[in-house]
């Protein structure tokens, strides 16, 4: 999904400061970097990256924004955004990659399924 210049503009500052610092930006960095005098207009900002699939966020967690790799973007399927922040923060602890992680919960669904029909 395409993106507003604001979008972009932000999305950029958030890309580009964990690139350098190696952390993402508070919400009011991130106001002051985009020239915002209120961390409200960011927030705005940050759904709409969020629910175009370009980022992910834990509520209420400071520094929690993660930017959503090519790859997973082009995977063809999308979960949740509380699922995908979830996922992201999973997989920066354990060093887990997120499709692997995806693959073995869904192998694990799938053989609790076919577990319950057979019994």
Known sequence: M???????????VIQHHIESLGQAPSRRELAKLLGLRSPGHVIL????L????WITMLPNRA???T??????ACAGHVLPPIVEAKLRAHCAVTGERPDDVVADA???FFDDAEGRVAA
């Open 45 to 48: 900002l940050l759904t709409a």
């Open 50 to 53: 969020q629910e175009r699939g």
């Open 106 to 108: 869904v192998a694990l």
């Open 67 to 72: 930017i959503v790799p090519d790859e997973a």
């Open 2 to 12: 395409s993106l507003t210049a604001r979008q972009r503009d932000c999305f950029e």
């Open 63 to 65: 520094r929690s924004i």
